[in-house]
């Protein structure tokens, strides 16, 4: 038997949501409820959304029509509803206006309680404010803003008129927000004047000067004056203040009755190879995707407080507040970051706002790992659930985790799945026992499967992830490219999806995921998984430590790729060893304790690593660089001068 490191309690094996949909189907064990969604999709999203409680204006006809092919198949054929009702309008009719929607919290610690009522009216003023500029139906809304009470309304307010929400993260470079208006062809732009983040204060004047410049479709620039720069009083400009004041807060604005079809978001995925793609979701699919793993992975409930550390550059931002908020919860948002102005912040937020489901990346919480903090003095006792995604999580670092946040009795939800689903193709279920690293099994009613390069079945080796019949939340393709859709996630033909992890499963059915399959590194014909690794760099038991790594496969001669290695050192790490000799002894740890044909070639120190905005390591990216070619684009990536210390680690050996 495999070694659990958590086993759910009493109250998960039959109090659960989960289990209560077990229950009313005659379900015994999470592998048979997993095998059955994924064997009759039909029946397993009919009776979810009935049973998690979607409303629907006018319930649909038909579940799915794939007669165009899995890539454009539709969903919910007939049925009306709108993602603003069942979020937000059904809570106050319901009379629970009064409870808390949001809890945000800025980067001073300055703090603000949003109600449900006072979110729903702030919806109300300015979804007719939107209507008074001529935006409605089948026009997009752009948003380039932190995260915050004003930005969650900006999107709730689209979808309440039947606009599209076009989500772009405030660090974005002015040309890039000006290249993604260009493309949508936006006539609206919600924008802070700046913003500030870890002590510092950032301008916005340089997003404005790009859209000016080249976007005519902008019409109209309405500014939230967070640090009052002038901003709001520029030409094309509005302040927040003034559209709202200028609405009123009499009447209710009605919530348009969209086709389940009707486009909600314009996100853009996180791009590992430095260029995004710019994806579209529906009311009805994004709406599923969110309630079902909310609802049934992390069983939220009305007195839940939720929280994931994230931005609205990130598909997690709208997908944890379409779902805590379906169900009644409270969610955090936190403008600020994980360091600052002390590495107990992700700690304090938790014990102060009483967090109980609690999000984040695999590489925050490598970095918090490194720092060897002693957090005792936080009450972390409101927490029930944690949750990881973003990238493959090592078991070191799953197990710090479970140990620091969790205390060793909240199971974690280690799921991953994708901008282009708003969710997840694989995740744990809280009536699972859990393994360290472990990604649970298939997403409830994904039909997915483990295949080699030809499309066939593979076992007990890793393989391609794939899903074999669709899913209401598959992006209905990449906004003006529905060619590049198709080469992406259909490359093998339409009969199924391709997403491009690699994927293994154990004797006891529990699946891992390995990274992207195209990130292998081929060395001298023997294949080599970079987790793997990183992990064991991570795992070098030092002086110094290693708290993050990245490893790649650059062209070689005679070899075909050569392994070589970046590591950042932990912050407090201090050594006399000199970097070529620190280097050497990974190496020869790497060959003692993992494989001698894995052994780098070559380890740079760097002090850090290429992140892109969903925390992701751009391993093609960084392949490239290093190989001396010049990206077309760098603007998914977070710090884009990390890259320069690629360039000179390259240089360093030539």
């Avoid at 009379?95 to 729903?120: H, I, K, P």
């Avoid at 992975?297 to 779902?323: K, Q, S």
């Avoid at 209905?476 to 994927?503: I, N």
Wanted: proline share 6%; aromatic share 10%.
């Amino acid at each position: 038997m495999g070694d659990f490191a958590w086993k759910p309690t009493k109250k998960y094996l039959e109090q659960s949501r989960v289990r209560e949909f077990m229950n009313l189907h005659g379900i015994d064990s999470w592998q048979e409820l997993v095998s059955r969604s994924a064997r009759d999709i039909e029946w397993f999203w009919n009776s979810a959304l009935e049973h998690l409680g979607v409303e629907w204006f006018k319930k649909y006809t038909r579940l799915y029509d794939d007669s165009r092919g899995m890539p454009w198949t539709t969903w919910f054929h007939g049925g009306k509803l709108n993602i603003v009702h069942n979020c937000i309008d059904r809570h106050v009719r319901d009379g629970r206006g009064a409870a808390t929607a949001l809890r945000f919290e800025a980067d001073d610690g300055s703090r603000r309680t949003v109600s449900y009522q006072e979110l729903c009216d702030e919806i109300n003023r300015l979804g007719r404010a939107l209507r008074r500029l001529g935006i409605g139906r089948g026009q997009r809304v752009a948003m380039c803003m932190p995260i915050c009470p004003e930005s969650v309304t900006v999107m709730f307010a689209a979808f309440k008129v039947g606009a599209a929400c076009m989500q772009m993260p405030a660090r974005l470079p002015p040309e890039e927000v000006a290249s993604r208006l260009r493309q949508a062809q936006a006539p609206i732009l919600f924008l802070n004047d700046g913003y500030p983040r870890a002590g510092k204060v950032f301008s916005s004047q340089g997003i404005y000067n790009a859209v000016m410049e080249s976007v005519p479709s902008v019409q109209c620039v309405v500014v939230h004056e967070r640090i009052g720069n002038g901003l709001a009083q520029k030409p094309h400009c509005v302040s927040w203040t003034e559209v709202m004041r200028r609405t009123g807060s009499d009447g209710v604005v009605e919530t348009e009755a969209l086709e389940s079809e009707h486009p909600a978001l314009i996100l853009y995925s996180s791009g590992t190879t430095g260029k995004s793609k710019t994806v579209i979701h529906t009311h009805g699919g994004a709406l599923a995707q969110a309630v079902k793993e909310v609802g049934y992975a992390f069983d939220c409930r009305r007195d839940d407080v939720f929280y994931w550390f994230t931005n609205f550059g990130w598909m997690m931002a709208p997908w944890e507040l379409i779902g805590a908020l379906f169900f009644g919860a409270a969610v955090v948002l936190y403008e600020g970051t994980h360091l600052f102005p002390t590495p107990h912040r992700l700690f304090e937020l938790i014990d102060e706002h009483a967090v109980s489901i609690f999000g984040c990346t695999p590489s925050v919480l490598r970095e918090l790992a490194s720092l060897e903090l002693d957090v005792h003095a936080h009450n972390l006792s409101s927490l029930r659930i944690l949750a990881t995604t973003g990238s493959v999580i090592d078991a070191p670092t799953w197990k710090w985790y479970f140990k620091t946040f969790g205390r060793e009795r909240c199971p974690i939800m280690n799921i991953s799945g994708g901008t282009e689903l708003i969710g997840c193709m694989v995740y744990p279920l809280p009536v699972m026992p859990l393994k360290p690293a472990t990604v649970g099994a298939p997403g409830l009613g994904m039909a997915l499967d483990i295949v080699d390069s030809d499309g066939n079945p593979v076992c007990g080796e890793p393989g391609q992830l794939v899903c074999r019949k669709p899913f209401p939340s598959m992006t209905r393709g990449f906004l003006g490219d529905p060619e590049l859709y198709l080469q992406t996630y259909f490359p093998k033909g339409l009969d199924y999806w391709v997403h491009g992890d690699l994927a293994t499963v154990d004797e006891e059915g529990y699946w891992y995921l390995l990274g992207r399959s195209d990130d292998l590194i081929v060395c001298g014909g023997v294949k080599h998984d970079p987790l793997k690794l990183e992990e064991k760099l991570l795992e070098f038991p030092g002086p110094p430590k290693i708290r993050e790594a990245a490893a790649v496969g650059v062209n070689d001669a005679i070899k075909g790729e050569r392994i070589v290695c970046f590591v950042v050192l932990a912050l407090q790490a201090a050594s006399a060893i000199s970097p070529e000799a620190l280097a050497k002894q990974l190496k020869a740890y790497v060959k003692q304790s993992y494989d001698p044909l894995a052994q780098p070639e070559e380890i740079h120190i760097v002090r850090e690593i290429p992140l892109n905005l969903s925390a992701k390591i751009p391993r093609r990216l960084i392949r490239m660089v290093y190989e001396g070619k010049s990206p077309a684009n760098i603007t998914a990536l977070a710090n884009p001068q990390a890259l320069d210390e690629i360039r000179r680690a390259a240089q360093s050996v030539k």
